[in-house]
């Protein structure tokens, strides 16, 4: 059977089974290798083709600046990291070849994954920082239990985590809005049969 388009990012064109496989390499990423079996249901496969395109996106904006050059050292670490997951190598071996993929493929959607973190971590990043006056107006607002300071470390941390993923979001739709984008399947005919 042949293999269908799903979507254009700048030209740059997401299959069906592309897009499954980075769905699966991101489970992997975020749960651990026992998702990787996980059937990719509905939202599932909406979520992958979010991230697939914001990925293209983010790459797209960092080619046009000429910034965030992938070094082969950065791909192999994420890559040693991501089959650390697995239980032994024969599992990975196995995830690799029952996702109908190689090496390369993994390399590339992992590069894809690293310089799209750092393309949005550029942007974000100083936008996500706050100050003691910020925590302690959080710590205030939310009449939290305990002094100020047994809980400002991880209110700072909860305030830079919310702020981070605020603007990580309003980036990510600058960045959509500015590409080519073209979806050609609808997420429903994107989930496998069970």
Known sequence: MLDRVVAQVNGQVITLSGLRFEARVAMVERGGAALADTPLDRATMESALQLAIAQRAAGAEADRLGSFPLEAADVEARLQRFQGRFADHAAFERFLHVSGADLSQLGEVL?????????????????????????????????????????????REKLVRQRYEAAAQEELAKLRSAAQVRIVAQPGDLAEAR
């Open 111 to 155: 590069g894809r994954a690293i310089r799209a973190e750092r393309a949005l971590d550029s942007r974000v990043r100083l936008r996500a920082q706050v100050n003691e006056g910020d925590v302690r107006r959080a710590w205030e607002a939310e009449g939290s239990p305990g002094s100020f300071e047994e809980v400002r470390v991880a209110l």
